[in-house]
């Protein structure tokens, strides 16, 4: 009954700029934290970034300084913004959702995945 509902993929050139939502919608009482994980062609998954409901941000090194994370409690929507994108950003981004607080999060809710391909 829950789901989340990812938006906002597309092609992009180079230096491009894309912003993703992810909003959760059905049954849900709380959310704890929401983020971004990414799988490229060939390499392991990946976690972008993430966002409690406290506004506690984490960033992998790769984007720091090009994406923004940020959320939407009463709309229960996280979004990302993507900035100076670049090739290696290309892969399937996939958003979810922690209900409660615990060591390495619990990925209650996971999105449908949503394609970005950076590309001239």
């Known amino acids: 009954q829950v789901q989340l509902v990812e938006s906002g993929g597309g092609l992009v050139q180079p230096g491009g700029s894309l912003r993703l939502s992810c909003a959760a919608s059905g049954s849900i009482f709380s959310i704890y934290a929401m983020g971004w994980y990414r799988q490229a062609p060939g390499k392991q998954r990946e976690l972008v970034a993430d966002?409690?409901?406290?506004?506690?941000?984490n960033y992998a090194d790769s984007v720091k300084g090009r994406f923004t994370i940020s959320r939407d409690n009463a709309k229960n929507t996280v979004y990302l913004q993507m900035n100076s994108l670049k090739p290696e950003d290309t892969a399937v981004y996939y958003c979810y959702a922690d209900r409660v607080r615990l060591s390495g999060g619990t990925r209650d809710y996971w999105g449908q995945g949503t394609q970005v391909t950076v590309s001239s």
């Open positions: 966002i409690t409901s406290g506004g506690i941000i």
